[in-house]
T-cell receptor
Framework: AQSVAQPEDQVNVAEGNPLTVKCTYSVSGNPYLFWYVQYPNRGLQFLLKYITGDNLVKGSYGFEAEFNKSQTSFHLKKPSALVSDSALYFCAVMDKLSFGAGTTVTVRA | KAGVTQTPRYLIKTRGQQVTLSCSPISGHRSVSWYQQTPGQGLQFLFEYFSETQRNKGNFPGRFSGRQFSNSRSEMNVSTLELGDSALYLC???????????????FGEGSRLTVL
């Protein structure tokens, strides 16, 4: 079975600083990886995905993610975080779209 | 294009009752999947329907069931409610089965169920 893991429950950064949300995966074959974001009392919104091709994937709201096959990672990054980026972030993988446990990001002003 | 619509948004039930939640997918989407979100367990896959057929099922007891209609609208039902069923139930639609093949899922805002 395919799965993802998000090792950090919470990430706290200051506005303007780089933001990284970590995700590692365990799959057999080629992984199809996704990132979603959930704002309070809302459903999940798609940010970006990796299917094949360039290891650096660019997505919505200035986010990008780097696929690293040797480290089986798919970390989400943003060069300069905003207070409005504070939300719950989920990494997900194909196969019933298995979700990680989620990482709460808090960006302080 | 209208998004995924879930009804009701909030509901309160008591133990032993049953509940039915509804999901209307984005027009043209034939796949609907359901998820349970709780603070302790995160986001758990319940089941997925495509063209009125259940394609995948998560590890939930038989009290949780669903169906999909010919217009792709879906309902999920939980019978004999337990306190632990209190959660946000999210529905997502996609064009292809599973959606996770190459395309993303589009989520509704969820139905928040409280069981007293």
């Amino acid at each position: 079975a395919q799965s993802v893991a998000q090792p950090e429950d919470q990430v706290n950064v200051a506005e303007g600083n780089p933001l990284t949300v970590k995700c590692t995966y365990s799959v057999s074959g080629n992984p199809y990886l996704f990132w979603y974001v959930q704002y309070p009392n809302r459903g999940l919104q798609f940010l970006l995905k990796y299917i094949t091709g360039d290891n650096l994937v660019k997505g919505s709201y200035g986010f990008e993610a780097e696929f690293n096959k040797s480290q089986t990672s798919f970390h989400l990054k943003k060069p300069s975080a905003l207070v409005s980026d504070s939300a719950l972030y989920f990494c997900a993988v194909m196969d019933k779209l298995s979700f990680g446990a989620g990482t709460t990001v808090t960006v302080r002003a | 294009k209208a998004g995924v619509t879930q009804t009701p948004r909030y509901l309160i039930k008591t133990r032993g009752q049953q509940v039915t939640l509804s999901c209307s997918p984005i027009s043209g989407h034939r796949s609907v999947s359901w998820y349970q979100q709780t603070p302790g367990q995160g986001l758990q896959f319940l089941f997925e329907y495509f063209s009125e057929t259940q394609r995948n099922k998560g590890n939930f007891p038989g009290r949780f069931s669903g169906r999909q209609f010919s217009n792709s609208r879906s309902e999920m039902n939980v019978s004999t409610l337990e306190l632990g069923d209190s959660a946000l139930y999210l529905c997502a639609s996609s064009q292809a089965s599973g959606g996770w093949n190459t395309g993303e899922l589009f989520f509704g805002e969820g139905s928040r169920l409280t069981v007293l």
